[in-house]
Each structure stands twice: as C-alpha cells, then as structure tokens.
C-alpha cells in the first residue's frame, strides 16, 4: 500500500468505504455509512498507506454530527434529566468507576508504563483524552490506541446489541434517498452552524467543542426558531465517512507494532470494560425500564460522535443516549487529572512502602 501514489491510496480507501459500507447497508447494520469507511481506514492504514487527513474536514464533519444532534434532541430534554437526575447520576458514576477500577488495576501491575492505562481507560472523548495525556506524561502512542480500539470495539457490540433484541437500522437501504430536494437557506445556516461552531470552540478552547458547539448551538437556535436545521443524506454520508476514516487511519503499523506487546492485555481489559459497561446498562433495563440498545449506547465508553451516529442510524431514545454521553464527558474532563494524579500517588507510596 505504501508504494502507491497519494491519489491511488485515496482511490483504495473510498472503494473499499463504498464496499464494505454497501454490505453493512445490506446487512441493515447500525451506523454502516460510518462503519464503513472505519474498516476501510482500518485496513489502509495497517496496510502502510498513508492517506494525508485533511483535519479541517474531520472538524466540520463534526460539526455536521452536533447540528444532526440538535435537530433530533429538543431542549425540553433538560427537563427529562433535573426529572431523572438519580439516574443520570448513577449511570455516569458507574462508568467512570469501572473505567477507573480497570485502569488502577492496569497500572499497579505495572502492564503498562506510567499512568498510561488510566488515560487510555478514561471515557471522555477519545481526542482530549489523548491530548491530555501527553501533557501528563503518559505514552500518548499507547493512549491513543487504547481509546480508539475501544471506540471500534464498542462500534461492532452495538451492532451486535442491534441483532440480538430485533433492532433494525432506522432506514434501510431502499429507503436511503442520497439526493433529496434541498432547502438552500437552511442548508447554508446549517453549514455556518457546523464550521462557525467549531472555530467558537478552538477561540474559547472548549474541549470536544468541534461536536458540542453545533449540537447545544443548533438546540437553541432551533428552539428559538432563528434557523433550520437542513441535512441532505449525502452531506450526513460524507460526514459519517470522515469520522469514520478518522478512526480507522489512526490503526497504522508503527501503532500496532508499538502497541503489539501489549495488545492482548489492551483487548483484554477493553472487552472486560466494555462487558461492565453492559453490565450497568442492563440494571438500567432492568431498574428503569430503559430499552437494551438505548441502555447499552448511553452507557458505552466509546467516542461521542460515533455513538451519536449510532444512536441517530438506530430507533433507540437519541436525546437520552446523547444527554448522558455528555455530561459524562464533561464530567470526566474535569475528574481525570484529579483521579489520574490521585491513582498513580497511592500506587507509587504502595511500591515505595513495599520497597
């Protein structure tokens, strides 16, 4: 794959997204239109290719998510959360508590340097989590491998948790209309939303901002009737491909070779957190009432734009999944330096008193 040309790389990796997305669709998959390209990434990128990413796309393509978010959760969903607060608060704890749990483990024994395995289990967004590491001190190689396998792994039990309680994607490919009459106005204010969004976010460095800026932006500006929002299915289908490729070309052989000693330990724990994570959003079903999709996707520790895409591609409660993914992630950005420098002291006094 290295030896070919740029132009012939990119020609590889949008046939292969085509393709392999085309089977997804068939197999009425969840979010296939992102999975797709993911594995197209996957496999570019494991093969040496090196597809130059434009990052400014990736960015408004997130932007585009946020403002799908907005159109699909009314802001009436603040009142659903202060009405089920206990709830909220109890799957948000859980899931930082297992993620915490697993990391701790991870690093007192010692299988991965540093505070490595706390960042690269924290279920914040997968980008922050990754930057901040590096200013932590963490292998930010291993971090970000960590985060997005498990962004891939908790992509594929989605599909799985699909199939296994009879929910089907929310359009199936003959109901797929990729050129649509479009509302010019509304599309133009729905690209400014997605592109002004993001640079809002970079001026006042808000993290994840590039996906959250659009998303309560476009809540709030729709509420109050000041734009429409306006989504052609071929603006969401690029969309979903660049955080698709986003993913997947991270997964190329320098990482996997790194991380290749460590890997079966990294799978390991992954599935292991993924299997609790499941594990509270089965009480939920249980406590709640919570349907298993709705439950599994609001409580995954994958990243919150593929999960919103996921949840959007799916007939699950999008507002509810999307409301505790962020509040989450908020409040993991501010607890993982606290708890992160809080781990690694207890472990380095536990080795220092053992010595």
């Known amino acids: 794959m290295s030896r070919l040309a740029p132009a012939s790389q990119w020609t590889v990796l949008i046939v292969l997204s085509v393709g392999i997305g085309a089977v997804l669709l068939w197999l009425h998959a969840p979010a296939a239109l992102m999975l797709g390209p993911l594995v197209a990434g996957i496999v570019v990128a494991s093969g040496g290719g090196k597809v130059r990413f434009p990052l400014p796309a990736f960015v408004v393509a997130q932007g585009i998510i946020g403002c799908m978010i907005a159109r699909m959760v009314p802001l009436s969903i603040l009142g659903d959360i202060l009405s089920h607060w206990l709830l909220f608060t109890a799957g948000i704890v859980s899931v ?28 914040g967004a997968a980008s922050v989590m990754t930057i901040m590491a590096e200013s932590y001190g963490a292998d930010i190689r291993l971090v970000a491998f960590m985060q997005y396998l498990r962004v891939v792994g908790v992509a594929a039990v989605a599909s ?10 929310a359009h199936g490919p003959s109901a797929i209309v990729w050129f649509p009459p479009v509302a010019w106005l509304p599309l133009i204010e729905t690209l400014a939303l997605a592109i002004l969004g993001p640079l809002i976010a970079r001026l006042l460095r808000i993290p994840a901002g590039a ?6 932006g476009g809540a709030v500006l729709t509420h109050l009737g000041w734009i429409k929002i306006e989504l052609p299915t071929w603006l969401l289908a690029a969309s979903y491909a660049f955080v698709g490729w986003n993913i997947g070309l991270r997964f190329t052989r320098p990482l996997l070779l790194h991380a290749a000693r460590a890997l079966p330990l990294i799978v390991g724990c992954t599935l292991v957190l993924i299997a609790m994570c499941g594990a509270v959003a ?36 999008v507002s509810f999944v999307m ?23 207890r472990i380095n006094a536990s080795d220092g008193a053992a010595l």
Do not use: E
């Open 282 to 317: 089965a009480l939920m079903v249980v406590t709640a009432g919570i349907d298993p999709l709705t439950a599994y996707l609001a409580t995954s520790p994958g990243g919150s734009d593929s999960i919103a895409i996921i949840a959007a591609s799916t007939n699950v409660d």
């Open 211 to 216: 996906f959250l800026v659009p998303m309560v």
């Open 160 to 169: 799985l948790v699909a199939k296994m309680f009879g929910v089907s994607a």
């Open 323 to 345: 409301a505790m993914q962020t509040f989450r992630m908020i409040t993991v950005m501010f607890l993982a330096p606290v708890l992160t420098r809080f781990i690694a002291k």
């Open 96 to 123: 930082v508590v297992a993620c915490s749990l697993i990391g701790w483990l991870m690093t007192r024994l010692h299988m991965l340097p540093g505070t490595t395995a706390l960042w690269g289990m924290s279920p």
